[in-house]
C-alpha cells in the first residue's frame, strides 16, 4: 500500500519556466510534508515542508502547496534552472502523542526533474 | 556545523556475509533512522534509534538490525546478505522532536 505517490515518473521544462511537482497521499494521519532534491549516489537534500494546518509555504523560488481535502501537495519551482535537474521526494510524517515522528518518513517513488537550457 | 557522516561510502560484499555500516549524526542530533534505497521500492524506512533504543521499525526481515551509542553514533547490520539487499542505505539525524530530517550521503553496499 503506497501511501505517497508520485504519479509522474519524470517532468522536463525549459530553463526560466515554472517546474510544478505533484504528490498525493492517502493517509489522513500525515501533519507534515517535505521535498527534498537528490542526485544519484547521494543523500536526500531538504528544500522545503509544509504543515498540516497551513495550505502554502514559500522559500525563495520553492513553494509547496497543500490542499487537505485532495490529499495533494505540490511543489513549484519558479524560475527553474539547469541546477534544478535532480530527482525530487515528497516525504510525509505523522507526529504521535508524544510529539514525535520516531524517525519515520514515508518517501513518494520521485518525479525526474530535467530543467533544458 | 557537520553534517551526518556515513562510512564507508561503497561495499562489496560476497552473498552470505554479513555487513556493519555507521552513521554519525549532526552534533546535537539524537535521533537516527536508517532508509534503504533501491531502484525496485524506492526509500523504504528501517529503523529509527533515540538515546540507544529503537523507537520504531520498518517491514524488513530480522537480518537488518542496529544500534546506538551514548554518544548517538548509529550501526546498522546486514547478516547473511542476500543479492537483493544490494542497495544505497541512507541515515538521517533530526532533533529530538519530529521534523528536520537531514540525510547522509549514503552507503553503497553490492552483494555479489
Known amino acids: 500500500d503506497q501511501q505517497v505517490k508520485q504519479n509522474s515518473p519524470s517532468l522536463s521544462v525549459q530553463e526560466g519556466r515554472i517546474s510544478i511537482l505533484n504528490c498525493d497521499y492517502t493517509?489522513?494521519?500525515?501533519?507534515?510534508f517535505l521535498w527534498y532534491k537528490k542526485y544519484p549516489a547521494e543523500g536526500p537534500t531538504f528544500l522545503i515542508s509544509?504543515?498540516?494546518?497551513?495550505d502554502k509555504n514559500e522559500d525563495g523560488r520553492f513553494t509547496v502547496f497543500l490542499n487537505k481535502s485532495a490529499k495533494h501537495l505540490s511543489l513549484h519551482i519558479v524560475p527553474s534552472q539547469p541546477g534544478d535537474s535532480a530527482v525530487y521526494f515528497c516525504?510525509?510524517?505523522?507526529?504521535?502523542?508524544?510529539?514525535?515522528?520516531?524517525?519515520?518518513?514515508?518517501f513518494g517513488q520521485g518525479t525526474i526533474l530535467t530543467v533544458h537550457p | 556545523k557537520a553534517g551526518v557522516t556515513q562510512t564507508p561510502r561503497y561495499l562489496i560484499k560476497t552473498r552470505g556475509q554479513q555487513v556493519t555500516l555507521s552513521c554519525s549524526p549532526i552534533?546535537?542530533?539524537?535521533?537516527v533512522s536508517w532508509y534503504q534505497q533501491t531502484p525496485g521500492q524506492g526509500l523504504q524506512f528501517l529503523f529509527e534509534?533515540?538515546?540507544?533504543?529503537?523507537?520504531n521499525k520498518g517491514n524488513f526481515p530480522g537480518r537488518f538490525s542496529g544500534r546506538q551509542f551514548s554518544n548517538s553514533r548509529s550501526e546498522m547490520n546486514v547478516s547473511t546478505l542476500e543479492l537483493g539487499d544490494s542497495a544505497l542505505y541512507l541515515c538521517?539525524?533530526?532533533?529530538?522532536?519530529?521534523?528536520?530530517?537531514?540525510f547522509g550521503s549514503g552507503t553503497r553496499l553490492t552483494v555479489v
Open positions: 516525504a510525509a510524517y505523522g507526529i504521535s502523542a508524544g510529539g514525535t515522528s520516531y524517525g519515520k518518513l514515508t
Open positions: 493517509n489522513s494521519m500525515f501533519d507534515y
Open positions: 509544509i504543515s498540516s494546518i497551513k
Open positions: 538521517a539525524s533530526s532533533p529530538v522532536k519530529g521534523g528536520g530530517y537531514t
Open positions: 534509534y533515540f538515546s540507544e533504543t529503537q523507537r
Open positions: 552534533s546535537g542530533h539524537r535521533s
